[in-house]
Each structure stands twice: as C-alpha cells, then as structure tokens.
C-alpha cells in the first residue's frame, strides 16, 4: 500500500470515529448531518477529502464506506454517493486553506438560533474561549450546490470563529482537522444551549471585549499546551 492510500485508509477509520462522536454528544439525528476531512498528499497530487456519504445511518458506517472526492466535489473513490452537503465542504476546502476538517449537524440548540437568525451572544468564558466572539449566522441557503459553501467563507473569512450557524438550517462547524472542527460543533451546542436557557431567566451580562480577547488568547495558545 502506497502512502497515499495509507493516508486515505487512515482518514476513512478516523471519520467512522468521529461521526459517532456526533451521535454520542445528541447533535445528529438518523441520517443527518456529516464530518469531513482533507487530505494533503507528499507526491503533489492534489488535495482530496472524505466524507460520508448520502443516507447511511450512523451505525451502518465503515471505513470502506467513506467516500473521497476531490475540491471540485467530484468522487474519485467509494461505491457510494457523497453527503449533500459535499460541495460545500468542497468549497470551503477550496477557499479557506487553513481549514482542513468540516463538520455539520442539526443539534437542537443551536438550530433553533438559526431559525431566528440569532447570533450566539459571548455571555460565557466558554464562549469566549473556543470562539473568540459571537458564533455568528450565515446566510439562508439551499442545499444541494456550493450557495451554503460560499456562505461560510464569506461569513467566516476573518473571523475568529470555528462555527457558523447557517440561517434556517443548522450549524457548520471547521478546524485545521476534523477533530477540531468536531470538537467545535459539540461546544457550540453546549453553548447553545447555556445561552438560551440564561436568556429565559433574565438578561445575560456582556463580557467586555478586553476579557474576551485575554481569554481567547489564553485558551488557544496556553490551555492544555
């Protein structure tokens, strides 16, 4: 086996891993929502990703299920069809290449601020932590071509956020791999949630800028280093 396989083999097992981790923190139901990760190849060919592929319920997933394509969103390998949402990953891929995992689920929380095109406020250390600032909305979107691709990137090109709450539709979550980009799907429901219950007990209190960005700071470049 070739590097290049071994790589793609070794992406295929990691995702069957993450997605469950996607059930396990409650932010996908049945056949929804997927992850996905690029590949960067030593011999220079070009980048590709996997990704699961279109109606495959969680628990029927294999490594050999994954399926890869390239930044076109086009399938170069797998027997099966890619998720929906595959040329918008592919779009991010392509215009954003720091980012090198894309996770997207429809947890409840944080859905429901998209459904009313709400942004997630910085009312909580946690927030300011892992997200530098509000988790923002992205414009509505319909799935199916690279619309929902260019909403992250325009949405998310500078900005400090890892997560992006698509309006109407759930969020999007990228990393500089998957198990970031996991890993900031799981928090933004979490804080989601905190968020939404705060509101229904009374008016949350701001965190002032500068605290934001000496907790930010910390956590990304000190905590668990």
């Keep these: 086996m070739s ?3 071994k790589l793609i083999a070794k992406t295929q097992k990691l995702l069957v ?5 996607l059930v396990r923190y409650e932010l996908v139901v049945w056949t929804s929502g997927n992850v996905s990760q690029r590949m960067k190849f030593d011999d220079g060919s070009p980048d590709l990703f996997a990704i699961k592929p279109s109606g495959v319920r969680y628990e029927d ?3 050999e299920s994954m399926v890869i394509c390239d930044l076109d969103g086009n399938l170069v390998q797998g027997d099966l069809s ?3 949402d595959t040329a918008a990953h592919a779009y991010v891929y392509k215009n954003m290449p720091e980012v090198n995992g894309v996770v997207h689920t429809h947890s409840n929380y944080a859905c429901a601020w998209a ?3 709400k942004e997630i406020p910085c009312i909580l250390t946690a927030i300011a932590d892992e997200f530098g600032g509000p988790i923002p909305v992205g414009p509505f979107a319909i799935i199916g071509d690279d619309s929902i691709g260019r909403g992250i990137v325009q949405t998310l090109s500078g900005h400090r956020s890892r997560a992006i709450l698509m309006q109407n539709h759930g969020v999007f979550a990228i990393g500089p791999d998957a198990t970031a980009a996991v890993k900031a799907a799981v928090m933004c429901e979490d804080n989601a949630k905190s968020a939404f219950i705060a509101l229904q007990l009374g008016t949350p209190i701001p965190i002032p800028q500068a605290a ?3 907790l930010f700071n ?4 000190v905590y668990g280093k």
Excluded at 17 to 21: A, F, G, I, K, V
Excluded at 218 to 221: E, I, L, P
């Design 218 to 221: 910390r956590y990304q470049s």
């Design 61 to 63: 997933l294999t490594a």
């Design 115 to 117: 459904a009313i095109g």
């Design 17 to 21: 891993d993450l997605h469950q981790e």
């Design 212 to 214: 934001i960005e000496s």
């Design 82 to 84: 890619p998720s929906s």
């Design 3 to 5: 590097k290049k396989e």
